[in-house]
Nanobody, 116 residues
Framework: QVQLDESGGGLVQAGGSLRLSCAAS????????MGWYRQAPGKQRELVAR????????NYADSLEDRFTISRDNAKGTVYLYMNNLKPEDTAHYYC?????????WGQGTQVSVSS
């Protein structure tokens, strides 16, 4: 069964940092480009960052201003999102999935809330 488990969210003050983790249960993800996505209340889900299957290439949403870093450890089947200098507008539910995303692979996600 394909499963993605996101963790690491929480409530932080503006300027704080968090590290999100995404554990993949199936080896299909270990050789797939992966992405972190987020959905804020009342908004559509958007791509935050994506990383190649080897981890040697990554891309980010223009709005992030180099505050986020995506990485992966294929030996552990885990993808990470390091978020620094968080802003209230980063408040959203964060998900991981393949890139491009597969509709049936969405997990429960993890909530990130940033207070001003």
């Amino acid at each position: 069964q394909v499963q993605l488990d996101e963790s690491g969210g929480g409530l932080v003050q503006a300027g704080g940092s968090l590290r999100l983790s995404c554990a993949a249960s199936h080896r299909i993800f270990w050789k797939s480009p992966m992405g972190w996505y987020r959905q804020a209340p009342g908004k559509q889900r958007e791509l935050v960052a994506r990383i190649s299957f080897s981890g040697d290439s990554s891309n980010y949403a223009d709005s992030l201003e180099d505050r986020f870093t995506i990485s992966r450890d294929n030996a552990k089947g885990t993808v990470y999102l390091y978020m620094n200098n968080l802003k209230p507008e980063d408040t959203a539910h964060y998900y991981c999935n393949q890139w491009p995303p597969v509709a049936t692979y969405w997990g429960q996600g993890t909530q990130v809330s940033v207070s001003s």
